[in-house]
């Protein structure tokens, strides 16, 4: 898969992180080390693993990097992220540790460009707010990242409004994900590939492999979530890279 990048400059998808680092599921997280965390990242990038992270967009527009809709699993607290502001970040922390809610704007001055970035956007609902604040604090970063997202119009929103970021489509069982029946069904056939018209494809390693990714043998092609040696030695010859958590795949 031949990119198009700013200024005309052509990238072979094949021949980059995305295919030759393995990458670290919200960051490299353990007991003691809370998900989506800055201290998983520094875990990750101490090992030269490449991170994925998921973004929301709080009430106020700043985008934060956290899994889920609700707060109590990750804080403890009742209620959603979508409704918090910035200042409300300083009294929530990770999993009774210390670490809080990173914003995007701390997990791009933490990372820095040491390692690559796998951004995921957090929406299923109208897009276009969401998409844009995260488009408008990566138009800073110097450092290389792909976005993906179960949402293929919010990868519709990235090919119109900002065609140089390298944009993935994640499939599989969409476990969790607030989609209707239909849709889900739609995703996992990747039916909505000509809107979206992604340039990766990260599907459920638990359904590789699949007839529907077939077809897309010209795209890179991630397997998420692998969590161990012997799901990765069973999966890693159907894809062309991993999205992994729980023990660590040689580089």
């Not at 990750?74 to 910035?86: A, E, F, P």
Request: some cysteine.
């Amino acid at each position: 898969m031949v990119v198009i990048k700013n200024k005309g400059e052509k990238m072979d998808l094949f021949k980059t992180w995305l295919v030759e680092t393995p990458i670290a599921h919200r960051g490299l997280h353990s007991k003691n080390v809370p998900e989506n965390s800055l201290l998983a990242f520094t875990k990750a990038i101490e090992k030269g693993f490449a991170i994925e992270f998921d973004v929301h967009v709080l009430a106020d527009g700043t985008p934060v990097v956290f899994h889920d809709e609700k707060l109590a699993r990750m804080t403890g607290n009742d209620g959603y992220i979508k409704y918090l502001n910035k200042e409300d970040l300083k009294s929530l922390t990770l999993k009774s540790t210390k670490e809080h809610i990173p914003t995007l704007q701390e997990a791009l001055d933490l990372i820095d460009g040491r390692v690559p970035i796998l951004l995921e956007i957090k929406n299923f609902h109208k897009v276009g707010k969401v998409e844009q604040a995260i488009i408008d604090v990566l138009k800073n970063y110097r450092g290389e990242y792909a976005v993906q997202s179960f949402n293929p119009y919010s990868l519709e929103y990235l090919k119109v409004h900002a065609p140089n970021i390298i944009r993935g489509q994640l499939a599989g069982s969409y476990g969790g994900e607030r989609v209707s029946l239909f849709k889900r069904i739609a995703l996992k056939k990747m039916k909505y590939n000509k809107f979206s018209e992604p340039q990766f494809i990260n599907y459920d390693a638990k359904h590789l492999p699949s007839r529907y990714v077939n077809k897309y043998k010209d795209l890179p092609l991630l397997a998420f979530v692998v969590r161990s040696k012997e799901e990765y030695i069973k999966v890693v010859k159907y894809c062309d890279n991993v999205v992994f958590e729980n023990f660590e795949p040689e580089l």
